[in-house]
T-cell receptor, first 116, second 113 residues
Framework: DTAVSQTPKYLVTQMGNDKSIKCEQN?????MYWYKQDSKKFLKIMFS???????INETVPNRFSPKSPDKAHLNLHINSLELGDSAVYFC???????????????FGSGTRLTVV | KQEVTQIPAALSVPEGENLVLNCSFT??????LQWFRQDPGKGLTSLLL?????REQTSGRLNASLDKSSGRSTLYIAASQPGDSATYLC????????????FGDGTTLTVKP
């Protein structure tokens, strides 16, 4: 199936731990994103990578570090997790450049992170 | 800075009604506007995508319009059904290669049988 898939779907961990969330898209898109949705359902962009290059880095703590090994993958590593990091993290992709750049976002199903 | 507002925040209607959801944005220099649906505990499902050069898009019972000059988009849902109950989000993509979008806070729709 063509899609944006992210793992794990649920993640429960203790404060101070380090964790990673993985994202893969097989849509051939050139741009991938991480969005955070907090308890009030507000959706805010965190990072964006275009062809493996970081192009958007919103005001996010340095404990969050994205990595894009290739344009089909964008992972998110979080160090020293805090209670306030609890949220749903969504990966998304879109085609920004070229003749097919009229495409909108395709979202993954989300990773619900709970820090206890 | 682009700001996106969705009104109302919540809406409850009886089954069968036609309804309109609103999305307003402050900067008209947009690349596209996309409407999503989010079910509780689920991801975002794309409903309709309107390019800046378009006025409207239709899919089944859904019709989305775009008026860039007034900074408004509407999502029209005809003959609403209980299965339409969800949160509806609009996302406005700004006119740069970064492809960054700003999301509204959503309208939570409840359609009562």
């Amino acid at each position: 199936d063509t899609a944006v898939s992210q793992t794990p779907k649920y993640l429960v961990t203790q404060m101070g731990n380090d964790k990673s969330i993985k994202c893969e898209q097989n849509l051939g898109h050139d741009t991938m994103y991480w969005y955070k949705q907090d308890s009030k359902k507000f959706l805010k962009i965190m990072f964006s990578y275009n062809n493996k290059e970081l192009i958007i880095n919103e005001t996010v703590p340095n404990r969050f570090s994205p990595k894009s090994p290739d344009k089909a993958h964008l992972n998110l590593h979080i160090n020293s997790l805090e209670l306030g990091d609890s949220a749903v993290y969504f990966c998304a992709s879109s085609q920004v450049g070229g003749a097919a750049s009229n495409y909108g976002y395709t979202f993954g199903s989300g990773t619900r992170l709970t820090v206890v | 800075k682009q700001e996106v507002t969705q009104i109302p925040a919540a809406l409850s209607v009886p089954e069968g009604e036609n309804l309109v959801l609103n999305c307003s944005f402050t900067d008209s220099a947009i690349y596209n506007l996309q409407w999503f649906r989010q079910d509780p505990g689920k991801g975002l499902t794309s409903l309709l995508l309107i390019q800046s050069s378009q006025r409207e898009q239709t899919s089944g019972r859904l019709n989305a319009s775009l008026d860039k000059s007034s900074g408004r988009s509407t999502l029209y849902i005809a003959a609403s059904q209980p299965g339409d109950s969800a949160t509806y989000l609009c996302a406005v993509r700004i006119n740069t290669n970064a492809g960054k979008s700003t999301f509204g806070d959503g309208t939570t729709l409840t359609v009562k049988p």
